[in-house]
């Protein structure tokens, strides 16, 4: 194959670029994404053509070098490449084609449902004006049976269905209106008939190119990620399952355990890690999947085995309960790469784990990490590890208490963990018990209550003006602790770190006295368990909360 590109710009009928999917010519890369587009998106399309608006122009690379497909597109089932025929692939239009080809030809018999998955594909073009507002195609949703004036758009290419629909609306409206209601059918399917899109032929070329152009003209929004373009140019050595639907299955097996979902780019680099590239943030991805194709699937399953090793220590050992609280993404690829190359790992190196979670997360020592600094890192973790070397952190400073509430700063996420592990037993103002983590897997942000809810007072934002807390209905959580108070509960009052002599503040109504007073006191308890660790203390007291989590 020359790695010579030609281009050839045309202009096809719209019926005929469909017909080359119908026979398998024309087909969807793997390395595609899979259908995305919204119900309402598929509707303007067919108003944008039936308005003669311009649909966007479709990029296909023609090449005889065999690529891993997809076997059906928009829902309907493509038969295989043709054996010794001329194959083209999508690069650049997939989202409008699957719409036009899975609407345009649906079979009859096609399975309709109240599920999205089904009745997306059935568009129909109300012949009434009366009946458009805007976009004038139409999905039916309800159970109920489809108005007779709703023309389905998959009989506008098929003359027998389109008559046969033109004899039921003579079967039902008289006949002068069964005549102007076909008419404006026979209009509608001209109008499709008719259409011409842009095709631009790409022919010649590697993969590598094919890949690249797709990567920076791709126009459906979202752009392609590093694992997908390693994906795709490493299909031919990972078999059916490209290496994306490999790491999406680990990432459901971690978030099915209640751990939730570890990033696809951080499972990615551990792939990368185990492979033994220690340049895991390289954005040459055609290099770097030269470098480690071979290596690829056999990384995946220990890639696999390892991270279970890895969420299964931070559960038990750090008490971290979900992977949106880890503070850097960075610290679980880390992990991994030591779980990797240890071999019978001893309680001590264990302690010194927990030691060094604890010390990065609050030091915030992996924010804006670049390509070199993460080398170093997987450098000295391989060689702790090996345990030829130690984790040497002890010049490491704590970041101050952070003013500021954003679970998008490691500095906070830091002080959850650091709160989840200091309260482990909450109660409720009835006594019940509270399981934070699992308010914390559905609701996140939302699980940590306001005390004081004006914004307007001087430390509103602090965490210490959070409480996790359910109260009864009416009854906002100010009163529920000065209730608590005035009942001597200090039992209940302990378990979420509220002192006696902060809720002295609440009841005299100084807001701000009140989140001063507990800032000092949870800030002043963190201090310790910081000291603890080894670690040196901020040198000021509170501090900004910095977005720098990845």
């Known amino acids: 194959m020359g790695k010579d590109i030609s281009v050839v710009p045309e202009v096809q009928f719209l019926e005929q670029v469909l017909e080359w999917i119908a026979r398998g010519e024309l087909r969807v890369p793997k390395f595609q994404r899979p259908f995305l587009w919204r119900p309402e998106q598929m509707l303007q399309l067919f108003d944008s053509m039936e308005r003669g608006y311009p649909v966007g122009s479709l990029l296909i690379w023609e090449t005889s070098m065999p690529l891993a497909s997809l ?6 089932k493509i038969p ?18 699957s719409t036009l080809f899975g609407v345009l030809h649906r079979s009859a018999d096609a399975p309709w449902s109240v599920k999205q998955e089904d009745w997306m594909w ?6 009434d004006r009366a009946d458009h507002d805007g ?19 998959r009989s506008v290419l098929r003359t027998l269905d389109f008559l046969e629909y033109a004899r039921q609306l003579s079967d039902t409206y008289h006949r002068d209106e069964a005549d102007r209601l076909t008419n404006e059918g026979e209009r509608i399917a001209q109008r499709v008939k008719n259409y011409k899109v842009s095709v631009v032929r790409m022919q010649g070329g590697t993969l590598q190119q094919a890949v690249e152009v797709f990567s920076r003209i ?3 929004g979202q752009k392609m990620r590093p694992d997908q373009m390693v994906s795709a140019l490493t299909y031919g050595t990972t078999g059916p399952e490209t290496l994306s639907d490999k790491m999406e299955e680990i990432q459901e097996q971690i978030a099915a355990s209640g751990f939730g979902e570890i990033p696809i780019m951080t499972i990615f680099q551990i792939v990368l890690a185990l492979s033994g590239e220690e340049d895991v943030q390289n954005t040459s991805w055609e290099v770097m999947a030269r470098k480690v194709q071979g290596q690829l699937m056999g990384a995946v399953e220990k890639t696999d085995r390892t991270l279970h090793e890895v969420v299964e220590f931070l559960k038990t050992e750090v008490q971290v309960p979900l992977a949106r609280l880890v503070p850097y993404n960075i610290q679980i690829m880390l992990l991994a790469v030591f779980f990797h190359f240890s071999g019978q790992v001893t309680e001590e190196q264990r302690s010194k ?25 997987i450098e000295e973790m391989k060689a702790f590890a090996a345990g030829s070397s130690e984790l040497s952190y002890s010049g490491e400073r704590a970041r101050a208490f952070p003013e500021r509430f954003d679970l998008r700063s490691a500095r906070v996420r830091s002080y959850l963990l650091w709160d989840l592990q200091t309260f482990p037993e909450r109660k409720n103002p009835d006594g019940s018990s509270i399981d934070v983590a699992d308010q914390l897997a559905k609701a996140h942000r939302e699980t940590y209550r306001h005390i004081i809810t004006q914004s307007r007072v001087q ?28 009942e001597d509960r200090t039992d209940i009052l302990d378990s979420h770190g509220v002192s006696i002599a902060s809720v002295e503040k609440l009841k005299t109504d100084d807001y701000a006295d009140f989140i001063a007073v507990r800032q000092h006191e949870v800030a002043a308890r963190e201090k310790q368990f910081i000291e603890s660790l080894g670690v040196l203390p901020s040198e000021q007291e509170f501090g900004e909360a910095d977005i720098d989590t990845e």
């Open 80 to 97: 295989p490449v043709p054996e010794g025929g001329k194959v083209a692939y999508v690069l650049d239009g997939h989202q409008r084609l």
């Open 71 to 76: 076997d059906s597109i928009g829902g309907r």
């Open 122 to 127: 059935w568009v129909y073009r109300p012949l």
């Open 218 to 220: 791709n126009s459906s």
């Open 353 to 377: 784990l927990r030691n060094w979670f604890w010390i990065t997360s609050l030091a915030g020592t992996f924010a804006g990490a670049n390509t070199t600094q993460v080398r170093k890192f």
């Open 135 to 153: 976009v004038r195609y139409r999905h039916w949703k309800s159970g109920g049976n489809v108005p007779d004036n709703y023309l389905p758009m």
């Open 459 to 486: 430390g509103a934002s602090s965490p210490a003006n959070r409480i996790v807390m359910a109260t009864p209905p009416g009854m906002s959580i100010r009163q529920a602790l000065i209730k608590l108070a005035e």
